[in-house]
């Protein structure tokens, strides 16, 4: 389903502000590892916004996610008071792993075995 341009609106202030929060609060480095958000996606009615959640060198995506859940209170009631003036309500956030890297580098080897078993040939 395509997005409409208040939901690319949204998302794009959302991911923006998002970001700014986890820097101040200290969640963008986790277990030595960078968490970064990988995209915001809202519903048409702007009631639920999904972040994917990018890791990178982090120990333990679960550990890391639950820890970032365990702060969403605090990053909402933050986000919140950010984008008072551009939305009437504010959407509840749920946090998800981006999977998209791994899932890139698993076809991509799968690729290289076919292309090596084809040389073999």
Known sequence: MLEGKRQKQVAGLLNKELSDIFQRLGLNMI?????????VKITPD???ARIYLSFFKV??????LKKIEEHAHEIKKELTGR?????RSM???TFY?????EYAE??????????DKDKKS
């Open 31 to 39: 277990d030595g590892g960078m968490v970064s958000i990988a995209g």
């Open 46 to 48: 702007l009631f639920d």
């Open 59 to 64: 120990k333990d995506n679960d550990a890391a």
């Open 83 to 87: 984008v008072r003036h551009q939305l």
């Open 91 to 93: 959407p509840k956030l």
């Open 97 to 101: 792993i981006d999977d998209t890297l």
């Open 106 to 115: 698993k076809i991509e080897k799968l690729f290289k075995d076919i292309n």
